[in-house]
């Protein structure tokens, strides 16, 4: 059952739009400030909201699993600003990779590295892998240019809960375990991004999401998810 803002000992979850109408820029540098002090920022992105926490701190990881109720037997993913850090969270880019980012980045491709030593391991869960993704939604994008750090992009909800779509239900599933909402409206809430592991050759399809395997298909031979 979903949480209720007040069953809460925190301060209440303080929601911000960052639509046109508002500042985004001041909502952004407020978010960023609670990000790099290993708070938790709800953000919009391409699909659901997310939830973001800075990557590198392995305190804020922790608190986002608690958070969310997630095992440590699920991996996180991760958005970065640029293309450019890539290599920094990375052991090897592979040429295939390479060729998949120049094509559906920024979007709903997330893919599949082995995690680079800049990594905390609570977010590969043990498989030593971890996933990466640009997001194409200017609000995930500023945050992460914001605090010069990849962030968390795991749906903003508490596990086996469906993700949310604007930030109202956000509130209602993690109350008061967020220290801020950003506000972007209804987010298309159709699908997931598609995750690909490019660790293997070929590469795999491990989630079907926004990117179809027909898409990927035109660019690579892969193999198919797993049924059953």
Same mark, same amino acid.
């Given at each position: 059952?979903? +949480?209720?803002?007040?069953?809460?000992?925190?301060? %209440?979850?303080?929601?911000?739009?960052?639509?046109?109408? &508002?500042?985004?820029?001041?909502?952004?540098?407020?978010?960023?400030?609670?990000?790099?002090?290993?708070?938790?920022?709800?953000?919009?992105?391409?699909?659901?909201?997310?939830?973001? *926490?800075?990557?590198?701190?392995?305190?804020?990881?922790?608190?986002l699993?608690?958070? !969310?109720?997630?095992?440590p037997?699920?991996?996180?993913? @991760?958005?970065?600003?640029?293309?450019?850090?890539?290599?920094?969270?990375?052991?090897?880019?592979?040429?295939?990779?390479?060729?998949?980012? !120049? !094509?559906?980045?920024?979007? &709903?491709?997330?893919?599949?590295f082995e *995690?680079?030593?800049? @990594?905390?391991?609570?977010?590969?869960?043990?498989?030593?892998? @971890?996933?990466i993704?640009?997001?194409?939604?200017?609000?995930?994008? *500023?945050?992460? +240019?914001?605090?010069?750090?990849?962030?968390?992009?795991?749906? *903003?909800?508490?596990?086996?809960?469906? %993700?949310?779509?604007?930030?109202?239900?956000? +509130?209602?599933?993690?109350?008061?375990?967020?220290d801020?909402?950003?506000?972007?409206?209804?987010?298309?809430?159709? @699908?997931?991004?598609?995750?690909?592991?490019?660790?293997?050759?070929?590469p +795999?399809?491990?989630?079907?999401?926004?990117?179809?395997?027909?898409?990927?298909?035109?660019?690579?031979r892969?193999?198919?998810p797993?049924?059953?």
């Open positions: 059952m979903s +949480r209720g803002i007040e069953n809460s000992g925190r301060h %209440p979850v303080r929601i911000i739009k960052v639509s046109s109408s &508002g500042d985004p820029k001041r909502a952004i540098s407020e978010a960023g400030q609670i990000l790099l002090s290993g708070g938790l920022v709800a953000y919009p992105t391409e699909s659901f909201y997310g939830l973001a *926490a800075d990557a590198t701190n392995e305190t804020a990881i922790k608190r699993f608690l958070a !969310k109720k997630r095992g037997g699920s991996p996180v993913l @991760i958005l970065i600003p640029t293309v450019e850090v890539l290599d920094e969270y990375v052991h090897h880019i592979p040429p295939i990779a390479l060729q998949l980012i !120049k !094509k559906f980045w920024p979007g &709903g491709l997330t893919l599949v *995690a680079g030593p800049n @990594i905390p391991p609570l977010l590969t869960s043990g498989t030593g892998k @971890i996933g993704r640009r997001s194409s939604n200017h609000v995930a994008t *500023a945050l992460t +240019r914001t605090i010069g750090v990849p962030i968390s992009g795991t749906s *903003a909800n508490l596990s086996g809960e469906p %993700p949310c779509r604007n930030a109202h239900e956000v +509130r209602r599933s993690l109350g008061n375990d967020v801020l909402i950003l506000d972007g409206g209804d987010t298309k809430g159709e @699908i997931g991004s598609t995750v690909l592991d490019v660790t293997v050759d070929p +795999r399809i491990l989630r079907q999401g926004m990117v179809s395997q027909d898409e990927i298909l035109t660019n690579i892969i193999c198919h797993e049924t059953g």
